[in-house]
């Protein structure tokens, strides 16, 4: 049974920093690409990042590029989000997937972890105070 668990969301004030994980059980965990996503009260889910199986490439959201990274240990099943100089429009339930159709990314990385069969996290919640 595969189980995807994030961790790591809180309150923050704006300009700070906070770091996600998410692990993930009842797979092999480095053959896949994992992603972040995030939804806002009232919007729709919208892709963070992608990162391949080895960690090689990374793809982020342009709201993003620049204040988040994301890396992988493969060794310990988890995915990480560290998320530098936040704003108040960061705050979202973010989410960590696994796209179990492929361990890469590709330019329509959001997309394709729409696509069934993947499998998804409960969420964490951030929030940003101004």
């Known amino acids: 049974q595969v189980q995807v668990v994030e961790s790591g969301g809180g309150l923050v004030q704006a300009g700070g920093s906070l770091i996600l994980a998410c692990t993930a059980s009842g797979l092999t965990f480095d053959s896949y690409a994992m992603g972040w996503f995030r939804q806002a009260p009232g919007k729709e889910r919208e892709g963070v990042s992608c990162i391949n199986w080895y960690g090689s490439t990374i793809y982020y959201a342009d709201s993003v590029k620049g204040r988040f990274t994301t890396s992988r240990d493969n060794a310990q099943n988890t995915l990480y989000l560290q998320m530098n100089s936040l704003k108040p429009e960061d705050t979202a339930m973010y989410y960590c997937?696994?796209?179990?159709?492929?361990?890469?990314?590709?330019?329509?990385?959001?997309?394709?972890?729409?696509?069934?069969?993947?499998?998804w996290g409960q969420g964490t919640q951030v929030t940003v105070s101004s």
């Open positions: 997937a696994v796209r179990a159709a492929s361990g890469y990314c590709s330019g329509s990385w959001a997309n394709a972890f729409e696509e069934r069969g993947n499998y």
